[in-house]
């Protein structure tokens, strides 16, 4: 199950849309997560670039936890397309952020 928050994951989607703007704010977005947020956050990324299936998400938490070996803010900053990653991620487990995103476009 994961340990982070559709809205939370949004936030990030959208920073690293920005990535030029906004990469220390982004970089301190993640810092400020809990463990258990930052795995949810690779395993969420790994499925959404068929690192591993939505069925396999328990494998992805696991695997994300076992092997962090390098700042979690720093592996996911140097993944190219990480913002896409992170949507098709949530798209392939059936959670939609559309209107978390909205919500933060439109200032809520």
Known sequence: MLEISS???AQIILMARELDRAEGELRAFIDNLLP?????????????????DADD???????AKSEA??????????SPHLSDHLENGLDALGISVTDDEDDLIRGG
């Open 7 to 9: 809205y939370k994951v």
């Open 36 to 52: 258990e947020e930052q795995t949810s956050l690779v395993a969420i990324m790994w499925v959404g670039r068929d690192t591993f």
């Open 57 to 63: 998400l328990e494998e992805a938490l696991a695997t």
């Open 69 to 78: 070996t390098t700042p979690t803010v720093d592996y996911l900053m140097g």
